[in-house]
């Protein structure tokens, strides 16, 4: 998956889940996927919706 985001954009997306961005950063793992499941697919962890 390719990212877009900068070591500090990503840094800003760990503070504050954005879910209108095509991609979001688990705040748990720091993993970058794109929206659509509510579920971080590497941790797990529930993100809500
Ligand atoms: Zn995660």
Same mark, same amino acid.
Request: with cysteine.
């Given at each position: 998956?390719?990212?877009?985001?900068?070591?500090?954009?990503?840094?800003?997306?760990?503070?504050?889940?954005?879910?209108?961005?095509?991609?979001?950063?688990? /705040?748990?793992?720091?993993?970058?996927?794109?929206?659509? /499941?509510?579920?971080? /697919?590497?941790?797990?962890?529930?993100?809500?919706?």
């Amino acid at each position: 998956m390719q990212s877009a985001f900068s070591s500090e954009e990503r840094a800003a997306a760990d503070a504050v889940i954005n879910f209108d961005a095509a991609e979001i950063t688990c /705040p748990a793992c720091g993993t970058s996927f794109a929206t659509g /499941p509510s579920e971080c /697919p590497d941790c797990g962890l529930f993100l809500g919706n």
